[in-house]
């Protein structure tokens, strides 16, 4: 499904380190790849020199090689296969752009209509389905719904659980990417107590997921095209972000050749925090709790504070130190939306505006280089289109599931693939003998 992979290139270039305490050298291959940093290839320190790297949270670790999404934080640059995310949101639409981060190349007419037709005919959901929704309270949070209901796919769809087989590679990939929606809107649809609506072939995606998630069985519903564009549009920019925590996730769990559908249920695991994807809630809670503009410099002060555990949520990115080129395009967005629905004075707005204006001019937001992040706009749009708060990670997460899918299958196409299992730096107890209890204090 994806390109060749290692496509790296090493030279003769070489980093040496040096352990001053033995004067021990050890030289490690740089290798360069199409375009960003080069990589000190340090497969073999452990090995070579008795040392592990040492790196919380992966801040400057290269944990695969991948030639699915590029970003530039300090440019704001997002390519998806080499096409900037600009030019896909104005051009392009999810369909397209799914069939581009697993395909690798854009499709021409026949390709798409194929991909577009495949994917319409893998929207229903086992009728089974039903069941597992009916073991969760209907106060729950759609997020643990989408855990436990994705994680239930597992135990179905024995036809395509060969990972190393390509054809059920594609035919759960397909599934995945055609499920969502209709597992997100039925976790709504649950939560509200209305009737699952079923997807409807002649619907394109995201109408079909507007309609699923919206319609009733009393009166048609009818579809906003201004909607239904801003959706596929918010999905297309939701749709993959190299490396990040939740498709790290994906690429760790399916490392251990774990079952495909149980491994996007993990990554919706990790996608759930309000570090992460879980951000997109948390910015409507803050906006709701500052409440006014006159508040706002009072918790920008305490975002500084650091004894304050306060964040300003929808700002600051682990890569972006400019401004995330999807929050530009959120935010253009969010007013097409705002002014088709009548409510471009959306107070909500005014207060984002506001509180981003303010942030952007504070010292300490330019010099920690924090800008809105790709959450800070998407709530207030999908609060503006009837899209409860609860809901709002769930559509990131239907988004984002083309990009683990991709990840996950790029990971078990490559050949220098091996199961992920870091090291660590033990601080704890040194060998000690036990004690009996008779012995103890
Ligand atoms: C997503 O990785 C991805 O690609 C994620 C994502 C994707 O598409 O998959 O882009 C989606 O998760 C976007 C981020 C959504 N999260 C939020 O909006 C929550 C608020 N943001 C912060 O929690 C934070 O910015 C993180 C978690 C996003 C990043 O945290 P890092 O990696 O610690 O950020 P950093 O190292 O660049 O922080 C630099 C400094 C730190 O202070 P010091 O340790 O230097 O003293 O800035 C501080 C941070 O504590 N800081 C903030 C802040 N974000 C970072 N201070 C106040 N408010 C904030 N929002």
């Known amino acids: 499904m994806n390109e060749k992979v290692v496509k790296s290139s090493s030279s003769n270039r070489t980093v040496t380190l040096v352990d001053n305490a033995t004067g021990r050298e050890f030289s490690f291959p740089v290798i360069s790849g199409s375009v960003g940093p080069d990589v000190i290839d340090l ?33 704001g640059t997002l390519l998806y296969r080499g096409y900037p995310i600009q030019d896909l949101a104005e051009h ?21 209509r194929r991909f577009e037709h495949d994917i319409t005919y893998h929207t229903m959901l086992h009728e089974q389905m ?27 769809y024995h036809d395509s659980t060969d990972i190393t087989n390509p054809r059920h590679r594609m035919i759960a990939s397909y599934r995945m990417i055609a499920k969502m ?139 972006y130190k400019n401004y995330d080129p999807r929050a ?33 001019d504070d010292e300490f937001f330019v010099k920690k280089k924090l800008y809105p992040n790709v959450d800070f706009y998407s709530g207030i749009i999908f609060k503006a289109m009837g899209i409860p708060l609860s809901m709002f990670t769930v559509l990131f997460a239907v988004a984002r599931t083309v990009g683990w899918v991709a990840q996950w299958n790029e990971m078990i196409e490559d050949p220098t693939q091996k199961i992920g299992r870091p090291r660590q730096l033990y601080t704890g107890a040194t060998r000690r003998e036990y004690k009996l209890l008779a012995q103890r204090a």
């Open 92 to 112: 392009s639409d999810f369909m397209e752009a799914c069939y581009l981060l697993l395909y690798g190349d854009l499709p021409n007419a026949e390709q798409k």
């Open 43 to 75: 497969r073999n320190l452990y090995q070579d020199t008795g040392f592990f790297t040492f790196d919380p949270g992966y801040t400057s670790t290269g944990s695969c090689e991948s030639a699915i999404t590029f970003i530039d934080g300090n440019e």
């Open 130 to 156: 039903h069941e597992f929704y009916d073991g969760f309270r209907r106060d729950s949070h759609p997020m643990a719904v989408m855990v436990g209901v994705v994680g239930a796919l597992s135990a179905f």
């Open 181 to 319: 929606p209709t597992i997100a809107a039925w976790a709504y649809k649950y939560a509200i107590g209305q009737p699952f609506i079923y997807p409807r072939n002649e619907l394109k995606y995201s109408e079909n997921f507007l309609h699923m998630l919206f319609a009733n069985p009393c009166e048609p519903y009818v579809i906003n095209p201004v909607l239904a564009r801003a959706l596929d549009r918010i999905l297309i920019l939701h749709a993959d972000h190299e490396q990040n925590a939740s498709t790290s996730t994906v690429r760790l769990a399916g490392s251990s050749g774990a079952n495909p559908f149980a491994c996007i249920a993990a990554g919706i695991a990790s996608l759930w925090g309000p570090a992460h994807g879980g951000a997109n809630e948390a910015v409507l809670r803050m906006l709701e709790e500052i409440g006014d503009k006159s508040r706002v410099p009072e918790y920008v002060k305490r975002a500084k504070d650091p004894d304050d555990p306060f964040r300003l949520m929808g700002f600051g990115h682990r890569v």
């Open 328 to 360: 530009r395009i959120m935010r253009q967005t969010c007013y097409e939306v705002l002014d088709e629905l009548g409510v471009r004075d959306e107070p909500l707005l005014e207060l984002a505006m506001s509180l981003e204006n303010i942030a952007l």
